[in-house]
């Protein structure tokens, strides 16, 4: 118990001479020990590479859970899992939430309609991606979330007690120069010459006593200050070592963000490539516009009579379609397209190819020509120039 006590006010007693240093630095009435250049540039670096990196996972983090509710949900999840020991079970994600929501709509309505049917092949492209999406979160935790954590939570904890540390024994070093200082200025007024016109011895031996006594503690101040100093120099050498690493930091976040550039590319060339398949297959569907619009004109008894079925109509023959001498346009291909049949024509992104409309085509095509070769072309998929 004597120990505890005696450790304690020891520690009460090196907090106040800090804090008493400290408070005088401020003020302007004691001198401080300056870092050597080389080691402020190191600790100013740090700094930034703190600062930068918080705010780089921070907002990774919203970009990979942009709800920010979700957000603190997920992690105060994950949080319980770590500390059970527990495997996180996988989330789903938006898009796979909508393509689920879009399936049972279509179940509703009826597949074989053609807004059910629609509604079938979005809602499966969408759990695609949700699937995509899923696999670029997964990717880009590991690859760029975790190292940017374990910096933060890591290296930068200890990197910041380092700095404390090396604080604290800069005070201790200032305090015991001021120390020094008091001292060696108390002996010397006590060191001057005795009056030999004293006539009071006892008052001479008072002043020879203090004298021995001040010689004294300059003594042990300088023998506090030789500790002060060393204690100072080894701190501050581990610190510099670790603020150097700082360097190697910057070179494994690197790789990092080289990873999470090629995950996020892969994940929009997937998400790229789901929605050029969606718009094929849409377009492989009947057009349920054209249905609804005959089916509104014609009447229940003329139907048959006027115009007849619509399935029953002669199809257009692109072969002996003309292009008109007047109205052709020039149009830039944005996505490759597979025909789906003999009247359509295939397009490679990018190529230049000659469009126009004719009569009674749809609103949704164009009779696109290249070279000897015609089809039948989605206007989705085309830029029109001139």
């Known amino acids: 118990m004597d120990f505890n006590v005696k450790k304690l006010a020891s520690g009460a007693g090196l907090f106040f001479t800090r804090a008493v240093q400290y408070t005088e630095e401020k003020l302007g009435q004691a001198e401080k020990t300056e870092l050597d250049a080389h080691l402020e540039n190191l600790m100013s670096r740090a700094d930034c590479t703190k600062n930068w990196t918080e705010k780089i996972y921070r907002q990774t983090e919203v970009l990979l859970q942009p709800n920010p509710i979700d957000h603190t949900g997920a992690r105060i999840e994950e949080f319980l899992y770590e500390k059970f020991d527990m495997k996180a079970p996988s989330r789903v994600t938006n898009a ?50 975790t190292p940017l954590r374990n910096f933060l939570e890591g290296d930068w904890r200890t990197i910041s ?49 203090a004298s021995a006594l001040w010689t004294e503690e300059v003594e042990k101040a300088e023998q506090d200050l030789r500790l002060a100093q060393t204690e100072f120099d080894r701190q501050a050498e581990v610190t510099r070592l670790l603020l150097e690493g700082i360097s190697s930091t910057h070179i494994n976040h690197l790789r990092c963000l080289h990873e999470f550039v090629e995950a996020q590319a892969a994940y929009y060339k997937h998400c790229h490539l789901h929605m050029q398949e969606l718009q094929r297959d849409l377009g492989r569907l009947p057009d349920a516009f054209a249905l609804n619009s005959l089916h509104s004109v014609v009447t229940p008894g003329s139907a048959a009579e006027d115009i007849g079925s619509p399935l029953e109509a002669e199809p257009l023959k692109i072969e002996e379609v003309q292009a008109p001498a007047t109205g052709t346009r020039k149009a830039k291909v944005l996505y490759d397209y597979d025909a789906a049949d003999s009247s359509e024509l295939s397009l490679l992104a990018d190529e230049l190819i000659t469009v126009y409309t004719v009569p009674g085509m749809d609103s949704d095509w164009l009779v696109g020509e290249r070279g000897n070769q015609k089809g039948k072309v989605p206007v989705t998929y085309l830029e029109l120039l001139s």
């Open 161 to 209: 007690k380092e700095r404390r540390l090396l604080e604290n024994l800069r005070l201790d070093l200032d305090a015991c120069k001021a120390r020094l200082k008091k001292a060696k200025l108390a002996e010397a007024k006590t060191a001057v010459a005795p009056d030999l016109n004293e006539t009071r011895p006892r008052n001479y031996v008072l002043s020879a006593s």
């Open 96 to 145: 796979e939430l909508l393509g689920l929501y879009m399936e049972g709509a279509a179940q509703e309505f009826g597949a074989a309609t053609p807004y059910g049917s629609t509604l079938l092949k979005v809602g499966e492209c969408e759990k695609r991606l949700g699937a995509v999406e899923k696999e670029f979160i997964q990717t880009s935790a590991i690859s760029l979330l």
